[in-house]
């Protein structure tokens, strides 16, 4: 089920393949099926969001593309390649707060590059370009415990960044914030997904949040976890809070919300 200009993702190249995905969870007495039959193409620069009720699969989901988790049948790619673990093309942003505490901001960002062996000042060149993306540069030297709970999820998504992968997913990284600072975490990663147009997955419980901030919402439903709606986002890009009143955002929210209802 679509709505809006759905010729948006047509030029753009398929970058995310799942086909026929299957996730079924067995113990001694009984089994729980997760996923059934997930189908889903993902085009290179999209930010996608999957939206669904507690227990419909979707971080399961999350977790099978970025390598965490094996499928039980089907098929997940990246680029033309399977997905049989966690790997340097995928970035994984979580809601808790995941930074390593013995390393500054500036160090927290540079570790998937000192991994990798670049040069410090290479690496030095990568953390001020996102020291600087997340509006964080006088903070480049202070601890995660000095920090806010926003201001450690901008350096977690900095982290991912650095790494230059194909695909950020992000399980429900805003998740813990308070109301506001939500606000301007969305604004603050919208900024960041036109400047670095990196492939985005992000999962949220959040209709609101999930238009706001993408150019296609998924819709999962439970038992078993399947996709019930798929939508393009008709909005303009360089939105602010304000666009949440635009009569086309209302009429998008009304139709997920009904969805989740039934």
């Keep these: ?78 680029d033309g390649e399977e997905i049989v673990g966690p790997g340097a093309d995928r970035g994984m ?24 062996g670049l040069p410090i000042f290479e690496r030095r060149r990568i953390s001020d370009h996102y020291l600087k993306l997340i509006r964080l540069e006088r903070f480049a030297n202070a601890f995660p415990k000095e920090l806010s709970g926003g201001m450690k999820q901008r350096v977690a998504i900095a982290r991912a960044l650095a790494n230059n992968p194909k695909v950020l997913l992000m399980d429900e990284p805003f998740g813990a914030l308070d109301a506001q600072t939500k606000l301007e975490m969305q604004e603050m990663l919208l900024n960041v997904w036109v400047e670095e147009k990196t492939t985005v997955v992000f999962i949220t419980h959040d209709i609101d949040e999930a238009i706001f901030l993408s150019q296609r919402v998924l819709v999962m439903g439970a038992n078993p976890g399947r996709i019930i709606g798929d939508f393009v986002v008709n909005l303009p890009e360089g939105r602010t809070q304000e666009i949440k009143e635009d009569p086309d955002f209302l009429q998008l929210k009304r139709t997920l919300a009904s969805m989740l209802k039934h």
């Design 93 to 116: 942003v979580f809601q808790g707060y995941t930074l390593f505490p013995w390393l500054t901001v500036r160090q927290n960002i540079e570790y998937g590059p000192k991994l990798k």
């Design 1 to 78: 089920m679509r709505t809006g200009a759905a010729e948006r993702l047509e030029p753009a190249q398929e970058l995310i393949k799942v086909e026929g995905l299957n996730k079924t969870y067995v113990s001694r007495s009984k089994s729980f099926v997760a996923l059934k039959e997930i189908d889903l193409s993902i085009p290179g620069n999209q930010f996608l969001s999957i939206l669904g009720p507690s227990g419909c699969g979707k971080s399961t989901l999350l977790r099978i593309l970025a390598g965490l988790e094996e499928a039980t049948g089907g098929l997940a790619a990246v």
